[in-house]
């Protein structure tokens, strides 16, 4: 089942904080985030594995909620290199090793001079 | 270092045609996944190859088929071609990482594919 992205859209001015949120019906074995910008392939941001681990990559963290079956992604003084589409993928388990990962529709990040 | 190659970059078919898609995976990766992006959507999971065979499958009908070769690339195969099946097809590879599941993965640019 597809993960739910929100919000939507979110327009920022350069320096301004965001939160992307994603959830889950599902019971995760991990979550990941990607961001894509127009034309362009999906660029690998950041995994999460269940353990409600948080991470960190200069200016942009994510944290995981196991239990809630929920991840967060937050920008930080946001760059105008920051703008695109975020995607967060949900991977589940099967059972037997037979793991999906399944993305959300994305959240379209613009940031404004 | 090249990164993860896809060819053709575009592609005009008709319905009920087939079509051949093209990865090269980057250096040093083994492992090789499947994508369909409808415009406006999420990369939805196609399937997985490793040590060619394929090892996951997502949600799509055996009109999709796959093939990974020695040296890991691999070619997506859609036969009787559907409108619906108008779409970018990335294609990402990714490293031994010695966890179960998915690790991080480098995305192709993709291949267009338009069917009439």
């Known amino acids: 089942q597809q993960p739910v992205q929100s919000p939507q859209a979110v327009i920022l001015r350069e320096g301004e904080d965001a939160v992307i949120n994603c959830s889950s019906s599902?019971?995760?074995?991990?979550v990941h985030w990607y961001r894509q910008k127009h034309g362009e392939a999906p660029v690998f941001l950041m995994i999460l594995l269940k353990g409600g681990e948080q991470k960190g990559h200069d200016k942009i963290s994510a944290s995981f909620n196991e239990k809630k079956q929920q991840s967060s992604l937050y920008l930080t003084a946001s760059q105008l290199s920051y703008s695109g589409t975020y995607f967060c993928g949900t991977e589940t388990d099967s059972g037997g090793s037979n793991y999906k990962l399944t993305f959300g529709k994305g959240t379209l990040l613009t940031v404004n001079p | 270092d090249a990164g993860v190659t896809q060819s053709p970059t575009h592609l005009i078919k008709t319905r009920g045609q087939q079509v051949t898609l093209r990865c090269s995976p980057k250096?040093?990766?083994?492992?090789v996944s499947w994508y369909q992006q409808a415009l406006g959507q999420g990369p939805q999971f196609i399937f997985q190859y490793y040590e060619e065979e394929e090892r996951q499958r997502g949600n799509f009908p055996d009109r999709f088929s796959g093939h990974q070769f020695p040296n890991y690339s691999s070619e997506l195969n859609v036969n009787a071609l559907l409108l619906g099946d108008s779409a970018l097809y990335l294609c990402a590879s990714s490293f031994p990482h010695g966890l179960a599941g998915f690790g991080t993965q480098y995305f192709g640019p993709g291949t267009r594919l338009l069917v009439l």
């Open positions: 599902k019971a995760l074995y991990s």
């Open positions: 250096s040093g990766h083994d492992t």
